[in-house]
């Protein structure tokens, strides 16, 4: 267990749809990561904030939105959803958000649009 | 853009036999840190190296970070069937902000 949450963990919806995914980080991490993970494919880094900031993007749709509240928990918002979004979702969480941080991932959600 | 590529995709082995995945950076990496994700599991932290040339070891697990700093290798010794799963290294630049680029994974499947 990385002490990292994840909510739902299982998600099937419509295409055209918006779902959020919640995210609560390990308890005295400030940074989020939200990876998306296709049907065996790599990790692609969708986006990163720091204490409520956002500190990185890297390949996250227009149609996709996150983000990190007072609390440090973050959620991901993805709207007008295609069949193509299917797949594990993750959130990692570190303790500062620098390169050297460890990132403990959560267990993930599972996405399906049909 | 930056591209970290691991070879091979897929890697069957005997239980015993040894296994090696390589990570190859399109860029020079500042650091770079490699993660197992077993099947059905997320990700877990294994290790990071940042020098140049730097070899780290855990047990049957060996990682270098090449001269150049944009390649890496995992080796594992007589392979165990716990060591079943997706290696990936994660390549962090910083240039301005940084961001790991993971790289695309080796599967490794272990037969008893």
């Known amino acids: 267990d990385s002490g990292v949450t994840q909510t739902p963990k299982h998600l099937i919806t419509a295409t055209g749809q918006r779902v959020t995914l919640r995210c609560s980080p390990r308890?005295?991490?400030?940074?989020v990561y939200w990876y998306q993970q296709s049907l065996d494919q790599g990790l692609q880094f969708l986006i990163q904030y720091y204490n409520g900031e956002e500190r990185a993007k890297g390949n996250i749709l227009e149609r996709f939105s996150a983000q990190q509240f007072p609390d440090l928990h973050s959620e991901l918002n993805l709207s007008s959803l295609e069949l193509g979004d299917s797949a594990l979702y993750f959130c990692?969480?570190?303790?500062?958000?620098?390169?050297?941080?460890?990132?403990?991932f959560g267990p993930g959600t599972r996405l399906t649009v049909l | 853009g930056q591209q970290v590529m691991q070879i091979p995709q897929y890697q069957h082995v005997q239980e015993g036999e040894d296994f090696t995945t390589y990570c190859n950076s399109s860029?020079?990496?500042?650091?770079i840190q490699w993660y197992k994700q077993r099947p059905g599991g997320h990700p877990v932290f294994l290790i990071q190296l940042v020098k140049s040339g730097e070899v780290k070891k855990q047990k049957r697990l060996t990682f270098q970070f090449g001269e150049a700093k944009k390649n890496s290798s995992l080796h594992i010794t007589a392979t165990q069937t716990t060591d079943v799963g997706t290696y990936f290294c994660a390549g962090c630049r910083t240039s301005g902000t940084y961001k790991y680029i993971f790289g695309t994974g080796t599967r490794l499947k272990v037969l008893a």
């Open positions: 990692a969480s570190s303790v500062e958000g620098g390169p050297t941080d460890t990132q403990y």
């Open positions: 860029t020079t990496l500042s650091n």
């Open positions: 308890s005295g991490d400030l940074s």
